[in-house]
């Protein structure tokens, strides 16, 4: 049974840190590319950033330079650092695992990020 689990959100003034974790079992974490989305009421799933098996990273514009993608294969474990959140950070975290040549996709319950202004 294949299951994403996040953890590491909650609520944080404007300009502070969360870092998100997203412990993965059932699939083989190594071959995956995992990638964390957003989503906030209302509007579509965001992208938010990616990182390949061989470590190669990708990140939406408004979260560069504030945003770590990392992961941890001996951990099975996927992190997202960010900084300097602002209020438009807050959404629902999801993590999402995603096949490099066949399989299938699968994504986590997600998490809850609140940034206060």
């Known amino acids: 049974q294949v299951q994403l689990v996040e953890s590491g959100g909650g609520l944080v003034q404007a300009g502070g840190s969360l870092r998100l974790s997203c412990a993965a079992s059932g699939i083989t974490f190594s071959r995956r590319t995992m990638a964390w989305y957003r989503q906030v009421p209302g509007k579509q799933r965001e992208f938010v950033a990616s990182i390949t098996s061989m470590g190669s990273t990708n990140y939406v514009d408004s979260v560069k330079g504030r945003g770590t993608i990392s992961r941890d294969n001996a951990k099975n474990t996927v992190y997202l650092q960010m900084n300097s959140l602002q209020p438009e950070d807050t959404a629902v975290y999801y993590c999402?695992?995603?096949?490099?040549?066949?399989?299938?996709?699968?994504w986590g319950q997600g998490t809850q990020v609140t940034v206060s202004s």
């Open positions: 999402k695992a995603q096949p490099e040549i066949r399989g299938f996709t699968y």
